[in-house]
């Protein structure tokens, strides 16, 4: 893989020349840009003399930058399969969350198309400003990923959140980020189900659950970067990741009718939404008032949205499945796997509170072979990809089985 790193000014900068170390060692060309106040920590001949690249930036100091001429931001953000950011300084983190571009490593980030990963590492109380958290946030919403530091006794001699994560972790999480087009994906239509659904007793009230919707629209954004075609049926609040078709419903009903218009086209789905199992059986246009007396609320079935897409599947389609369990989660979802008539089922552990919003998940995928090795634990962004190279290599073997 070709990876640009763009080294600021923090002091967790001189783990970047470990990180560019460890990645060229493991066969990957690694170029990187030292920003002005990088350079105060790091030395760009420690950096290309661990890479065997050039080092690029300015370096008024030593006069050893070299120059950077207009075109050169544009042949770097070309170059690149990736460009990682370590450590993210809140004022990086800040100027690309606003499209500034005033050096090379903030024109490198507005101009080139490969993904983009950030490893923050700052003092604590930086860390949890609002202004940094909404910064991050709007990086993520471009589809950015974010490998979350790490707690600890910092620099500045303040103990908490801020200390940039291990070295081999975002080497890990850039390699499994940068992924190339994955074969049995690339041009393929993948429908993707995703959040919650919300069923309506009235103009106020509604049934719905604690899903996200997260794990499915980073799974959206896996099988995009993997060269699929996503269509996404998203409930929830989600904002609609970039560069996938996504169609917004409330109701499990809605749900299926997106689906079943789209299903004939798709080579696949993957039914991560949390669908309601029940809704009201009636619906009031008016809000209900309180009465005298129990209160009861007459619920009926939903329908089933895999199954109902199973019964309807043509040769070739494929199907995987979630398992939202609280107990007996293998036996329980080999049996979903079984009535839903689906290639896979991934299982997800509920149990205290884990799976819904919960930052790092692990997830389990049963075959009709039986379990297989657990993918995880990892942060979603970083679990969907993980899933999607799994499905992706089990589709090329099943393929070449044929
Ligand atoms: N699912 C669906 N339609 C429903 C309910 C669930 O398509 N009405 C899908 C989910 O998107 C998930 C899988 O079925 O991929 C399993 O969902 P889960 O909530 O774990 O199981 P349920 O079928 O709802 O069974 P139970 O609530 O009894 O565990």
Redesign the pocket.
Known sequence: MQIVLGIPGGIAAYKSADLARLLANDGHRVRCILTEAGARFITPLTLSSLTAEPCYGANPDQGEWRANPSIEHIELARWADLVAVVPATADVIGKAANGLATDLLTTVLLATRAPILWAPAMNTGMWGHPAVQANLERLRSFGHSVVDPDDGLLACGEEGSGKLAQVPAIAEAILMYGSPKLRSLDGRRVLI?AGPTREDLDPVRTLTNRSTGTMGLELARAFRDAGARVQLVLGGDLPEPWGVETVRVRS?QEMLAACQSRWAAADGLV???????QRPETYAAEKVKKGEGPETMALVR??????TLSAARRPGQWMV?????SEKHLD?AAA?LQK?GLDA?LVNDVQRGRAFGAQANTLTPITAEGPQASLGPLPKDLLARAVVQWWARRLESLDSGR
């Open positions: 189900t499990a039914g991560a939404a949390a669908v309601a199992d939903t329908p089933d949205i895999l199954a499945g979630f398992a939202a369990e329980h979903k839903k089922i």
